[in-house]
């Protein structure tokens, strides 16, 4: 008799359970709270996502590019193959008084700037003054002389005018 007795007992909640989830679905009750949309102001500022700025772009092996950027500034990437960044290591170790890999931007005849360099691809910004044309070169500066590995084309710099 206890058997029976439990199966009934267990088929009666399971039913009342059933009996309350249906009855909650109901769509003539609406019980959620809502809260209102004046409430809230979504703004978005797309002024401060910026498209590129990590240089997602593909750009090949063993080249070097120079691009204006949107602040007025000049930015260079590059990218050297492993192959080709090993034998420059290795030119770099091999030769005493080496200050290593730089990157030099080349402004007008004479004028440069430089920054060392510690990885085979990257980005590096540089502000520049004036609108001579500008160029930039990897490669291995000694104490006394700069041999390039990769070279750019010249890049023509051009005030922008603000319309204030």
């Excluded at 679905?25 to 709270?33: A, D, T």
């Excluded at 090949?60 to 080709?84: C, F, N, V």
Aim: hydrophobic content about 35%; overall charge negative; charged content about 25%.
């Amino acid at each position: 008799m206890s058997p029976l007795l439990y199966i009934i007992l267990l088929t009666a909640v399971l039913l009342l359970m059933l009996y309350w989830v249906l009855s909650s679905l109901s769509p003539g009750q609406e019980r959620r709270v809502r809260v209102p949309d004046r409430g809230f102001a979504f703004e978005s500022a797309q002024e401060l996502f910026k498209y590129l700025e990590t240089g997602e772009f593909y750009l090949p092996g063993d080249s070097i590019k120079l691009m204006p950027t949107e602040s007025g500034h000049l930015r260079a990437y590059w990218h050297l193959k492993q192959e080709k960044w090993q034998e420059i290591l290795k030119q770099v170790d091999k030769k005493s008084g080496e200050e290593g890999l730089v990157l030099r931007l080349h402004q007008g005849e004479d004028s440069y700037q430089e920054v060392r360099i510690k990885k085979p691809a990257g980005s590096y910004d540089w502000e520049v003054t004036g609108e001579s044309p500008c160029s930039i070169s990897l490669g291995i500066k000694s104490r006394d002389n700069y041999t390039p590995v990769l070279t750019s084309g010249e890049l023509k710099q051009t005030k922008m005018l603000d319309a204030d």
